[in-house]
C-alpha cells in the first residue's frame, strides 16, 4: 500500500510538546515532595522549546500536511507563539499560590501541558474533525483542573457544572458539523469553503447546521445566552485555575471561531453576521450592567469577560480582513490584562485566604503602592481609558464594525463601555481613596513580582506604541486567509 | 417485504422501546439494563449495514465495559428515586414549553421541500462477500485520519490522568501487603542456616548428662 | 433435504439453522455434564482417592443423578430480592457461553457462521458474562453476595484487557479474524508451525487469563465455595445449576478457542502418513480434552491467589507482557523471521 508518509515538520511543536508531557508524566513519578520544582521547570522548559520550534519552522506560506487536516500559517504561528506565553506566565503567577494549597503536583504541570497541546491542536486545524478532538482536549484537562482541588466543594460544583454544559455544547457542535458534512459532503474547511462557495450546498441545511455551531462556538467564548456557566466557573476554581482558564483558550477560542466561520464559512456571512450581532449586543449588555453588583473581584471578572467576548465578536462580525485582525488583536490585548487581573487577585492571595472580595482591595495603595499602580493602569486598560492599550483594542474593532455600517450597535458598544468602566473605576476608588481593612504586608515571590510589573507596564507600553503589535494582527490574518 | 425488512422492524422495535424505558423505568438498574438491551438492538441494526466492526466494537466496549462500570456505580449509590423525581412536575409546564418550541422550528425546517432538495439522502452502496468492514476502517484510521486518531489517544491518557489525579489518595497510616516484594523474596532473606558442630561424646552414665549439654 | 426445502420454502434457512444449533447445544450440554464427571474423577485420583463410583457403573450417571437433584430443589428467592432481575442472572450467564459457538469451526466445513470477524464476535460475546455475575450479587439483596459480584466483574473486566492483547498478537500473526483461516494459517508439516512457539507469552497469557475470566481455580476468589461467600450464596436449586452450567460450558469454550488459536485446531500432529488419516474433528477433541485437562489439573494443584495479587497480575504483569510481545511479533514479522507466521 503506498501511501506517503506525512510531512512532520509544521507539526514538529505539537509533537515536541506531546513527548515532553509524557516524559513530564513519568519523570514526576520519581521525584520526591521536595524536588517537584523540576517538573516545574521542565514544563517551562518545554514552552520554550516549543516557542523556538514553531518560529524555525514558520514559513511565509501556509503549509498543510497530514491529509490537509493540519495547517501552519502565519495565524497559527502567531497564535500559538502566544498561548505559550500566556501559559508561561499563568505557571509562574500560579507557582507559589499552588503550592501553598496543595495541587503543586505533577498532574497539575501534565494537564496544562495537556491542555496546551489541545489549544495548539485547535489552532492549527483544517478539519472539522480535528477542530472538535483539539477542543475535547483542552475541555477535558480544563474540567479536571477546575475540579484539582478536591476537598474544595465550591470547586468540585463549578467543575461538574463546567463538565456538564461544556458537554452539551460539545453535542450541539458536533450536530451543527454533522449537519454541514451532510450538505457539503466533506469535513475538510477548504472543501467546505470551495462547496458553499460554488452554492453547490443546499442552503437550508447549511443555516440549519451553522445554527448548532454558531451555539456550541458561543458557549466555548463565554458570550450570551450561552454564558451562565462562566461566573459559577471562575469563581469557584482555585485562581490559579481561573487565571488559565481566563487567558490561553480565549486565544484557541478565537482560533476556532476563525477557522469555523472564517475560513470555512465564509460564504455564509450573512447568516452568521447577524446571529453574532444579537450576541456582542447582549454580551455587552449584560456582562457589563450584571457585574455591577458584583462584591466578589471573580465574579466580577467574569462578568467583564462576557463583555469583552461581545466587544470581540464586534470584530468579527464586520466580515472584512481588518475586522478579524482588530479581533486577533483585541484576544490578545484582553489575555494580558486578565493575566494581570488574576495574577493581582493571587498576588494578594496568602495561605488560608483568598483576596476574592471588593473590600480586600481596599486602601492598597497605603499597602504596596507599586502593585496599586499596575492594578489602576489594568483597571484603566480594561475599562478602555487611553493612553493604555485597551483602548486602542476597543477603538480598532469600533472602527471595524462601523466601517460595515453597524452604527447602532456601535453606539450600543459605546454606551456599554461606559456603564461597564464604573465597576473598574470602583477598584480604582477602593484602592486610592479607603483605607485598607487587611493591613498585612504585601510580599509576592521575586519572579511573581517581576513578572506583574512587567505586565502592568507593558499594558501601558502597548498603549502608547500599539502599532507593532497591530502590525503582527495584520500580518497574520492577511498570510493565512487568502 | 422481505425478511430483511422484517428484521430490521423487528430490532427497530425493540430499540425504541428500550430507549423510552430507559427513561421511564422507576428503577435505576432496570434503566441500565434497558440500555444495554438498546445497544445491543442498535449494534444488531449496524450489522445489517454491513459496518459489523463497529457492531461488534459497540458490544464489545460499551457494553462490556462502559455499562459494565455505569451499573457498579449505579448499584453502589443508593439512589433515593422519590427525591431525585421532586420538582418534576412543577418544571414540567415550562420544560414543555422550551422542549414543543424547539421541536416546532426544527419540524418545520426539517420537513420543508427544500431540506432534502440536493440529494443529501442517497442508498450506501453494499459490498460483495469479499468486503471486509474491518480492513477497510483500519486502512483509513493509520493513513489518513491518523492525525485525528493519535489525538484521541491522547484525550484518553488525560482522561487517565485526571482520573487518578481527581480520586488517588494514599492514607500514610496504612499497612498493605505488597505481592512483588513477597514474590521477589529469596531464601536467604527468611532462612538462615547455622552449622552446629555434632554432639559426639556418648553419654557413659547418666551423670555425665549435665556435662554434654553444656558442649551444644 | 431438497424435499424438506421445496416444503418449507421461505422458513427452511431459519429451520436448517435451528438444526445446527440443536446438533451443536446438544452434545455440548451434554459434554458440560459430563465434565463435572470428569472434573471430579482426575481431581479425585490426583489426591490418591477416587471420584464418584456409586452411580452406575464406574460412577458414570453421577452428573444425571446430579442434575435430578438439582431440578427437584425449590428455587428460594430472598425476600426483598427484586424477582424479575435475581431470575435474569442465571440466564444472562449462560446466554453469551452459548451464543459464542456459533462460530466456532470444527473442521473447515463445519461452522455454524463462518464470519469474518468470528474473533471480534467472540471477544465481545464473551465480554457480555459479566452481566450475570453483577445482576446474580445485586439481586440478591445481600451484602456478601453483592460484594463477592463486584470483585468479580473487576476481576473479569480486567483479564478482558489482557486477553484481548493475546488476541490481537495472534490477529496479528494470522493476518485475519475468521477462526478458520487462523487456523488454516498455522499449516505446516510438523506441530511447530502452530502459534503456541512463537507466539509463546501470549499463549500462557491467554491460558492464564481465561482461567481467571471464567472465575476457575486458583482464581475463583468469587466462588471461593470453602472460605469466601460468592456471588451466588443466595441461589439454589436449578438456578444455581445454571451458573455452574454457564462456567463448564465457558471453560469448554476456552479450551476450544485456545486449541483453534494456538494449537492448531484440526490440524494433525504431523502432516505425515498415518496422522492423516485420523479426520481433523478428532484431533481437535484431542487437543480441547488436554487442555481441559490442563485446567482440572491447575484446580487440583495450585492453592487460591489472593485477590489483590489477582488485580496486580492481570494489570501490572500482563499486560505489560502482552503489550512487549506485541511489539516484538510487529518487528518480527518485518524480518526474514516472519516465515514463522506464514
Redesign the interface.
Known amino acids: 500500500m503506498t501511501f506517503p508518509m506525512p510531512n512532520l515538520t509544521p507539526a514538529l511543536p505539537e509533537i515536541f510538546v506531546l513527548v515532553m508531557v509524557s516524559l513530564i508524566l513519568v519523570i514526576d513519578l520519581f521525584l520526591s515532595a521536595k524536588n517537584r520544582f523540576i517538573t516545574y521547570a521542565l514544563t517551562q522548559i518545554t514552552l520554550l522549546g516549543a516557542a523556538w520550534i514553531t518560529v524555525s519552522t514558520h514559513g511565509s506560506a501556509p503549509q498543510y500536511t497530514f491529509s490537509n487536516m493540519f495547517v501552519d500559517d502565519a495565524m497559527s504561528d502567531v497564535l500559538k507563539l502566544m498561548s505559550y506565553i500566556a501559559v508561561s506566565v499563568v505557571l509562574v503567577y500560579s507557582r507559589s499560590y499552588i503550592s501553598l494549597r496543595g495541587m503543586f503536583r505533577g498532574e497539575f504541570f501534565a494537564l496544562v501541558l495537556f491542555a496546551m497541546l489541545g489549544m495548539m491542536v485547535m489552532i492549527s486545524a483544517n478539519h472539522f474533525l480535528v477542530l472538535y478532538m483539539g477542543l475535547e482536549l483542552l475541555s477535558l484537562s480544563l474540567y479536571a483542573m477546575v475540579a484539582l482541588q478536591r476537598d474544595s466543594a465550591i470547586s468540585t460544583e463549578a467543575a461538574m457544572k463546567y463538565f456538564v454544559l461544556g458537554a452539551l455544547a460539545s453535542g450541539l457542535l458536533l450536530y451543527g458539523m454533522s449537519m454541514l458534512y451532510g450538505a457539503t459532503g466533506s469535513l475538510n474547511i477548504n472543501q467546505v469553503a470551495t462547496v458553499i462557495q460554488n452554492t453547490t450546498g443546499n442552503h437550508v441545511v447549511l443555516t440549519f447546521g451553522l445554527v448548532f455551531i454558531v451555539a456550541g462556538l458561543a458557549f466555548k467564548l463565554g458570550v450570551v445566552p450561552f454564558h451562565m456557566w462562566i461566573p459559577d466557573v471562575y469563581q469557584g476554581a482555585p485562581t490559579a485555575v481561573t487565571l488559565f482558564i481566563g487567558s490561553a483558550p480565549k486565544i484557541a477560542a478565537f482560533a476556532f471561531v476563525t477557522r469555523l466561520l472564517v475560513d470555512g464559512l465564509q460564504g455564509l456571512v450573512h447568516d452568521w453576521q447577524g446571529m453574532l450581532v444579537i450576541m456582542a449586543f447582549l454580551s455587552m449588555a449584560i456582562g457589563n450592567i450584571t457585574a455591577i453588583a458584583q462584591t466578589n473581584i471573580k465574579r466580577m471578572l467574569a462578568y467583564s469577560t462576557i463583555s469583552h467576548m461581545g466587544f470581540m465578536l464586534l470584530g468579527f462580525l464586520s466580515g472584512s480582513l481588518n475586522g478579524y485582525s482588530s479581533s486577533m488583536f483585541y484576544v490578545l490585548v484582553y489575555v494580558l490584562m486578565s493575566l494581570g487581573g488574576f495574577g493581582m487577585v493571587m498576588l494578594m492571595s496568602r495561605k488560608g485566604f483568598e483576596a476574592e472580595n471588593l473590600d480586600d482591595f481596599k486602601g492598597l495603595n497605603q499597602r504596596s503602592p507599586w502593585y496599586a499602580f499596575m492594578m489602576l493602569l489594568l483597571m484603566f486598560s480594561m475599562a478602555g481609558i487611553p493612553p493604555t492599550v485597551g483602548f486602542y483594542a476597543k477603538l480598532s474593532v469600533l472602527q471595524a464594525a462601523l466601517q460595515a455600517g453597524f452604527i447602532w450597535l456601535v453606539v450600543a458598544a459605546v454606551l456599554f463601555s461606559v456603564i461597564g468602566a464604573f465597576y473598574y473605576l470602583r477598584i480604582i476608588k477602593l484602592m486610592y481613596f479607603d483605607s485598607p481593612v487587611d493591613e498585612t504586608p504585601i510580599r509576592p515571590e521575586g519572579d511573581m513580582a517581576m513578572l506583574m510589573s512587567t505586565n502592568g507596564l507593558a499594558v501601558l507600553a502597548l498603549g502608547i506604541l500599539p502599532q507593532p503589535l497591530m502590525a503582527l494582527c495584520a500580518y497574520a490574518i492577511q498570510r493565512s486567509l487568502l | 417485504m422481505n425478511a430483511q425488512m422484517l428484521i430490521f422492524y423487528l430490532f427497530a422495535t425493540i430499540l425504541l422501546f428500550a430507549a423510552v424505558r430507559v427513561v421511564t423505568a422507576r428503577n435505576p438498574v432496570h434503566s441500565a439494563l434497558y440500555l444495554v438491551l438498546s445497544f445491543f438492538t442498535a449494534a444488531a441494526l449496524w450489522i445489517m449495514l454491513q459496518a459489523e466492526f463497529l457492531a461488534i466494537v459497540l458490544v464489545l466496549v460499551y457494553v462490556g465495559a462502559v455499562m459494565v462500570l455505569f451499573l457498579f456505580v449505579v448499584m453502589m449509590l443508593d439512589i433515593n428515586y422519590d427525591t431525585l423525581r421532586e420538582g418534576f412536575w412543577s418544571n414540567l409546564p415550562f420544560a414543555l414549553t422550551v422542549a414543543i418550541l424547539m421541536a416546532a422550528e426544527m419540524v418545520v425546517v426539517l420537513a420543508g421541500r427544500d431540506f432534502w432538495a440536493n440529494g443529501s439522502g442517497s442508498v450506501p452502496t453494499l459490498h460483495g462477500p469479499g468486503y471486509s468492514n474491518t480492513k477497510e476502517l483500519g486502512r483509513l484510521i493509520y493513513t489518513e485520519y491518523v492525525y485525528p486518531f493519535e489525538i484521541a489517544s491522547v484525550i484518553l491518557l488525560v482522561a487517565i490522568v485526571a482520573a487518578i489525579a481527581l480520586t488517588l489518595r494514599r492514607r500514610k497510616d496504612t499497612k498493605f501487603q505488597d505481592p512483588a516484594a513477597q514474590i521477589a523474596v529469596r531464601r536467604n532473606d527468611r532462612l538462615r542456616i547455622i552449622p552446629v558442630a555434632a554432639d559426639t561424646k556418648l553419654m557413659k552414665k547418666p551423670e555425665d548428662a549435665p556435662q554434654s549439654e553444656q558442649t551444644s | 433435504m431438497e424435499f424438506l426445502q421445496s416444503l418449507l420454502g ?1 422458513l427452511w434457512p431459519l429451520v436448517w439453522t435451528l438444526v445446527k444449533i440443536v446438533v451443536i447445544v446438544g452434545p455440548l450440554l451434554l459434554a458440560v455434564a459430563y465434565v463435572t464427571y470428569a472434573e471430579r474423577k482426575v481431581i479425585g485420583y490426583m489426591q490418591v482417592r477416587i471420584g464418584p463410583n456409586r452411580v452406575g457403573p464406574l460412577g458414570l450417571l453421577q452428573p444425571i443423578a446430579d442434575g435430578v437433584k438439582l431440578m427437584m430443589k425449590e428455587i428460594i428467592i430472598p425476600s426483598g430480592a ?1 424477582k424479575k ?1 435475581f431470575l435474569l442472572g442465571p440466564v444472562l450467564a449462560m446466554a453469551p457461553a452459548l451464543a459464542a459457538w456459533a462460530v466456532v469451526p470444527f473442521s473447515p466445513e463445519l461452522v455454524l457462521a463462518n ?3 468470528s474473533l ?2 467472540i ?3 464473551t ?2 458474562g ?2 450475570g455475575i ?2 446474580a450479587g ?1 439481586a440478591s439483596n445481600s451484602k456478601y453476595p ?1 460484594l463477592g459480584a ?1 470483585r468479580s ?1 473487576a476481576q473479569i ?1 480486567s483479564y ?1 484487557i489482557a486477553m484481548g492483547f493475546a488476541l490481537v498478537g495472534v490477529l496479528m500473526a494470522a493476518q485475519s ?1 475468521n477462526l478458520v483461516e487462523i487456523v488454516n494459517a498455522q499449516k505446516g508439516t510438523t506441530f511447530f508451525s502452530w502459534y503456541w512457539l512463537p507466539l509463546f507469552p501470549m499463549f500462557v497469557v491467554y491460558l492464564v487469563s481465561s482461567v481467571a475470566e471464567i472465575n476457575r481455580a486458583p482464581f475463583d476468589v468469587a466462588e471461593g465455595e470453602s472460605e469466601i461467600v460468592g456471588f451466588h450464596a443466595e441461589y439454589s436449586g436449578m438456578a444455581f445449576a445454571v451458573f455452574f452450567l454457564a462456567e463448564y460450558a465457558n471453560m469448554i469454550l476456552v479450551a476450544t478457542l485456545s486449541s483453534l488459536l494456538f494449537l492448531g485446531g484440526w490440524l494433525p500432529l504431523f502432516d505425515i502418513a498415518p496422522f492423516n488419516w485420523i479426520p481433523g474433528f478428532f484431533w481437535l477433541m484431542a487437543k480441547i480434552c488436554f487442555v481441559l485437562f490442563l485446567f482440572l489439573w491447575f484446580r487440583a494443584t495450585f492453592p487460591r491467589y ?1 485477590y ?2 489477582i488485580m ?1 497480575l492481570g494489570w ?1 504483569v500482563f499486560i505489560p507482557v502482552t503489550l512487549v510481545w506485541l511489539l516484538v511479533v510487529g518487528g518480527m514479522m518485518q524480518t526474514p523471521l516472519g516465515y514463522l507466521f506464514h
Open positions: 421461505p427484586n432481575l464470519i469474518d470477524a471480534l464476535y471477544m465481545a460475546i465480554s457480555m459479566v452481566y453483577v445482576l445485586w453483592f463486584m466483574a473486566v478482558e479474524l489472593r489483590d495479587q496486580r501490572k
